[in-house]
């Protein structure tokens, strides 16, 4: 794990690297991550130029000294090497137990069999893009959530070699990606409820939170920009 809580030059490289990376209800995270993966070590690491091609590559565009500075400062081992999943967790961060939950209690209504795995064309066939709340606002087109959907978990499935089933554990794993990109709990819990729990509750203050949602890291960048 990386603490960065006592270097802040660290902490806003972070923040920019996250708002760069987790803006889009997953696509770019799970896009970095297949960049990311293609580029692995024997030893599932990542050198420096791996990173940065992996950056490149989604057209995110990084200050090379910046990205220099802050790679070294996550290898630890000064070895010109760090493992993929070390980070692809420290670009999603963390997710809290309330989320989880959410995730968790999605996931219980779909395995309605209790087997504790869910055959992958089933959980597609129940997800129910008209009742998400993008879609609701007029964000966004039916078809579009639903490709959305299936670009970035048929993604998933392949990073980590799921073929037939999913299970909770995966389910929680596939959604910490898609929950990086939400900044609002609420809005996380009203995508959720819509496409999984089909009881038709939608925040009705929905699209103040998802303009709120954009315009955050919209900021983000135009704060870098300044400096």
């Not at 024997?42 to 995110?60: E, P, V």
């Not at 999913?166 to 900044?183: K, L, N, R, V």
């Not at 998802?210 to 890291?217: P, R």
Request: proline share 1%; aromatic share 16%.
């Amino acid at each position: 794990s990386f603490s960065f809580e006592k270097d802040s030059y660290f902490q806003k490289l972070l923040l920019l690297l996250q708002s760069k990376i987790n803006n889009d209800n997953g696509v770019t995270y799970y896009t970095f991550a297949q960049k990311l993966k293609a580029f692995e070590n024997k030893n599932n690491g990542i050198d420096l130029t791996s990173f940065y091609s992996a950056l490149r590559d989604i057209n995110i565009s990084f200050r090379l000294n910046d990205l220099t500075d802050f790679f070294n400062f996550i290898d630890k081992s000064k070895s010109n090497n760090v493992p993929s999943e070390d980070i692809l967790r420290m670009i999603r961060g963390n997710l809290s137990d309330k989320r989880k939950q959410i995730i968790e209690f999605s996931y219980s209504l779909i395995d309605k069999d209790k087997k504790g795995r869910v055959p992958i064309s089933l959980l597609k066939s129940l997800y129910n893009y008209k009742l998400h709340p993008d879609v609701y606002v007029g964000l966004k087109q039916e078809e579009d959530i639903y490709k959305e959907f299936c670009y970035t978990f048929d993604l998933y499935c392949r990073l980590y070699n799921i073929f037939v089933f999913i299970t909770c554990e995966q389910f929680i794993d596939y959604y910490w990606g898609i929950s990086a990109s939400i900044i609002d709990d609420n809005y996380f819990e009203d995508i959720l409820n819509g496409v999984w729990n089909q009881n038709n509750k939608t925040n009705k203050n929905i699209k103040s939170i998802i303009n709120e949602n954009l315009n955050i890291n919209k900021n983000a960048n135009d704060n870098y920009r300044k400096e």
